[in-house]
């Protein structure tokens, strides 16, 4: 049988659970998460970061969960299934370019990538280089040569010059197809042999006449012509199968890198200029810098609390939480202590 002393303990624990219980009432929750908020901040514009958390328990945390951490099959699916509810929505219906993005955006977008001139240059020239561009380019120019003979205004202003060339070149190919063939692989031959100088030439000519204001001129009258298009347009183009793809393609590749040295140095190194830049700054000083005030945390803890307070009586879980949490004191044998100090 337990004694009185044991006895009272239970008593003031059930007061304890009780009062608790009572102070979540809706009526009195605002005040309650208003006090509690006020004492919080107040504690914050007396800590530092650095009082309070160690950047490298920071960068293990982020160790487990940004690199190490493999996540479950269904968090692929669920993000696949949500990439297709968005796919399929029809607020893309409703939704032009210019509603997302507006025409001062654009152009500061379009300034700022015409001022990286150097690396233009340098697309530009890679671009010139490449083997494909040659061969492309050269293919252009032999069918450009060979078309320019065969149909030139030249032959045509001759009376009968064009049916000549027709009925040399019928000839030519019956009495030597060789021939023929010899000729288009010597012409091919010295476009390829001097293909480097055009190129050089079309290069200066594309860096001379497509500067950053002609640059500039041509991408907002792209995105004039744009503009009032739906976003749906970009149906026609990617299909739903798509932007599966595309996910689980980007998720695979994710899942590599995060593997890497590069990756973790990449983390650390942010971690490490946060915790440089506001490591011996007060917590309240942090807060207010990143936007997030007084109001802004009341707000959502009044968006949130009271339904998860009435989720959880509902439920019959809220009495049976908060004595969890209580009833260690009341059952260490204090209260006891306390009232045989008193006899």
Not at 47 to 57: I, N, Q
Not at 73 to 100: C, F, Q, S
Not at 120 to 130: G, K, P, T
Not at 229 to 234: A, E, L, T, Y
């Amino acid at each position: 049988m337990p004694n009185k002393k044991s006895g009272i303990a239970h008593k003031l624990l059930d007061a304890h659970v009780e009062y608790f219980i009572e102070q979540l009432e809706p009526e009195r929750l605002r005040p309650l998460l208003e006090a509690q908020i006020d004492e919080v901040l107040a504690d914050a514009g007396k800590l530092t970061l650095d009082d309070v958390v160690h950047r490298d328990s920071v960068k293990q945390v982020v160790q487990v969960y940004a690199v190490e951490l493999e996540l479950g099959g269904a968090i692929p699916e669920l993000v696949a299934k949500i990439a297709r509810a968005v796919y399929l929505n029809g607020i893309h219906e409703k939704t032009r370019l210019r509603d997302l993005l507006s025409d001062k955006q654009f152009a500061e977008i379009v300034d700022k990538l015409l001022e990286m001139e150097d690396l233009r240059v340098q697309i530009l020239d890679e671009a010139v280089s490449n083997p494909l561009y040659a061969e492309i380019a050269s293919d252009l120019l032999f069918h450009g040569i060979r078309g320019y003979l065969m149909h030139s205004r030249l032959t045509k202003s001759i009376p009968g010059a064009s049916s000549m060339i027709k009925l040399g070149k019928n000839m030519l190919h019956r009495a030597s197809p060789a021939l023929e063939q010899s000729i288009e692989d010597n012409l091919r031959a010295y476009i390829r042999k001097n293909i480097g100088a055009t190129l050089k030439d079309s290069q200066r000519f594309l860096l001379k006449n497509f500067d950053s204001e002609r640059l500039r001129e041509m991408a907002m009258d792209a995105w004039t012509a744009v503009k009032p298009m739906k976003v749906s347009i970009f149906r026609k183009y990617l299909s739903s199968d798509d932007v599966e793809d595309f996910f689980v393609i980007a998720y695979e590749y994710w899942r590599s890198l995060r593997k890497t040295d590069y990756y973790s140095a990449l983390i650390n190194i942010g971690i490490d200029c946060f915790f440089d830049t506001y490591g011996k700054t007060k917590l309240a000083k942090i807060l207010e810098e990143v936007g997030i005030g007084r109001e802004l945390l009341l707000a959502d803890a009044m968006r949130f609390a009271p339904d998860a307070i009435a989720g959880l009586k509902k439920r019959k879980l809220l009495e049976p939480l908060i004595r969890r949490n209580l009833k260690g004191f009341y059952e260490s044998g204090r209260i006891e202590a306390l009232l045989a100090q008193d006899h």
